[in-house]
C-alpha cells in the first residue's frame, strides 16, 4: 500500500522558487507593509492601510467583487499559518472590506499578528500569481508599496 506524505512549508516565511527575480521585491515589500509595527495594534493598521492599497489597484482590473473574491481564497490558504484568519473568512460573509481583518489582528499577541499578517498576503500573491503569473502580479501590485504623499493640509509624521 502506497502512503501519501504531503510536506509543507512555512509559506509565509520560505521563498519561493517560482518567484523571478524582478517580482522578487514586490513581494517582499508586500509581506513587511503588511506586518510592520513594534506592536500589534501598529501590526493591525499596516495590514489594513497595505490591503486597501491592494484594493485600490487591482479593482479597476479585476473589478471589487474579483479582489473579494480572491481575498476570500487566500483566507482559506493561509489559514494553515494563521489559524486566527478562519475567524476573519467567516466575518467576510457578513461584513465588507478589511476591518475584520484589523480587528482579529489587533485581539492576537504581535507574534501571531505578524504571522497571520504574512500568511495571507502570501496566499494573496500566490492566488494571484496562479492566475496571472508572478511577473504581472508584481506590475500590478508594485504601485502598492509606494510611499504615498501626505494628502494636502496633513502634516507629516515624525518617526
Do not use: C
Not at 2 to 12: D, E, K, M, P, Y
Not at 55 to 82: C, F, H, K, N, T
Request: proline share 8%; glycine share 4%; aromatic share 6%.
Amino acid at each position: 500500500m502506497a502512503r501519501l506524505v504531503i510536506v509543507r512549508s512555512n509559506s509565509a516565511t520560505a521563498t519561493s522558487s517560482a518567484v523571478p527575480p524582478a517580482a522578487e521585491p514586490v513581494r517582499a515589500a508586500l509581506l513587511a507593509l503588511v506586518s510592520r509595527g513594534e506592536h500589534t495594534g501598529q501590526v493591525s493598521e499596516a495590514a489594513l492601510v497595505t490591503w486597501r492599497r491592494v484594493e485600490a489597484e487591482l479593482s479597476p482590473i479585476l473589478g471589487s467583487a474579483g479582489v473579494a473574491a480572491l481575498y476570500r481564497r487566500s483566507l482559506v490558504r493561509a489559514r494553515v499559518e494563521g489559524p486566527a484568519l478562519a475567524e476573519v473568512y467567516d466575518a467576510t460573509a457578513y461584513a465588507k472590506g478589511f476591518e475584520p481583518l484589523r480587528y482579529t489582528l489587533s485581539s492576537l499577541s504581535h507574534a501571531d499578528a505578524v504571522v497571520a499578517s504574512r500568511a495571507l498576503m502570501w496566499a494573496f500573491w500566490e492566488s494571484l500569481t496562479d492566475l496571472i503569473s508572478a511577473p504581472l502580479t508584481a506590475r500590478l501590485l508594485e504601485p502598492a508599496i509606494r510611499p504615498q504623499a501626505p494628502e494636502p493640509g496633513k502634516k507629516e509624521a515624525t518617526p
